[in-house]
């Protein structure tokens, strides 16, 4: 099978790009474990100064995958999916190395908690970015702890609940990445040179500076959360919401 997740060292510079374009890079297992190893790897390697998130295909991270979620019984995967995600955002927020995203395309639903987690993020100017869940009878509910911190509070009271879409411009207003560049591979470029300039050790303390109080709100609220993301995600909402979605259909939901 071929990788979900490419892997390539350039000097200091670790690239990770998300190569599933034919489900929108969308969470699946495999993605997010072979995610976990790629930033095992860029540990490992003693020259590595800092991680560069990309993607192929004109899609970041649709988050989610639906389909795959689809061929299972729901009770049986509902929990384990959401601790997966839990992992994989703490995964990157406890990182020592610094985290950079490179969006040169769409974001959504779970994609943008990845964002959330990496430590800068660069969108091109006709990416968008959209949370989508209570749209289809979930929430945000585990990406909410790398979005909140993060996010202005009307921005979140605003896009956690219309679903809208939004571009690069507002996203970098809101605070949800870092910047809006038309060339997002230059400017992620300039960025990965000003970090690799850092020592390991100045790196590693000065990220955790930013992340602690992250952290600590996260596992504070990780567990009651996950357990959330799963109740929601085997509710008869939920199912009717992922089949609509699936079937490219308006949902009917209960009154």
């Not at 979140?156 to 910047?179: C, H, M, Q, S």
Request: hydrophobic share 45%.
């Amino acid at each position: 099978m071929d990788p979900l997740v490419r892997y390539e060292a350039d000097g200091p510079v670790a690239r990770l790009t998300l190569d599933s374009p034919h489900n929108r890079n969308a969470l699946s297992t495999a993605l997010v474990e072979q995610l976990h190893d790629g930033l095992t790897q860029a540990s490992a390697e003693r020259d590595i100064r800092v991680v560069v998130l990309g993607h192929t295909g004109g899609t970041f991270c649709a988050g989610a995958d639906l389909a795959e979620a689809a061929g299972r019984d729901p009770s049986e995967l509902a929990l384990e999916r959401a601790r997966d995600m839990t992992r994989l955002l703490r995964r990157i927020l406890e990182s020592r190395l610094p985290v950079i995203a490179a969006i040169d395309g769409h974001v959504r639903a779970g994609g943008l908690g990845l964002v959330g987690a990496c430590d800068m993020a660069v969108a091109g100017a006709t990416s968008t970015f959209a949370l989508t869940e209570a749209r289809i009878g979930v929430a945000p509910s585990i990406i909410s702890l790398t979005l909140l911190p993060k996010m202005t509070a009307r921005a979140a009271g605003r896009y956690f609940l219309t679903g809208e879409k939004f571009g690069a411009d507002t996203a970098a207003e809101v605070g949800l990445i870092t910047v809006a560049a038309d060339d997002v591979a230059s400017t992620v470029a300039e960025l990965a040179s000003a970090v690799a300039q850092g020592s390991p050790q100045g790196l590693a303390a000065s990220k955790a500076l930013t992340t602690a109080s992250i952290i600590d709100d996260f596992d504070r609220r990780a567990e009651k959360l996950t357990q959330e993301s799963a109740a929601l995600f085997v509710s008869e909402e939920a199912r009717e919401g992922m089949l609509a979605f699936l079937q490219k259909r308006p949902p009917s939901w209960r009154s």
